[in-house]
């Protein structure tokens, strides 16, 4: 079954406004020598349950944050936009 996109395709380029972080990961970075960004630090893995979306932080092998969608299936663009 093919869904139509609803979103433009302007917001499939890079838009987060918030990020999603592990504390841990965070805490730790303050004493990381030499420094590195969170986004290279951190290992997460993201992907759909049976209730929602699961972020778990491999480093820690801990639960980040689970949306439950309460049975709802919201609309979801997985069309590919790369930059360069």
Request: with cysteine; net charge negative; glycine share 4%.
């Amino acid at each position: 079954m093919s869904h139509k996109p609803t979103l433009p395709l302007e917001a499939l380029s890079l838009s987060i406004t918030q990020y999603v972080v592990c504390s841990k990961c965070a805490d730790e970075l303050a004493h990381l020598d030499p420094p590195q960004s969170l986004q290279d630090y951190a290992k997460m893995d993201i992907g759909f349950t049976d209730y929602g979306v699961q972020v778990w932080c491999r480093r820690h092998k801990a639960n980040i944050v689970h949306i439950d969608f309460q049975g709802q299936k919201p609309a979801a663009d997985f069309r590919r936009l790369e930059t360069s």
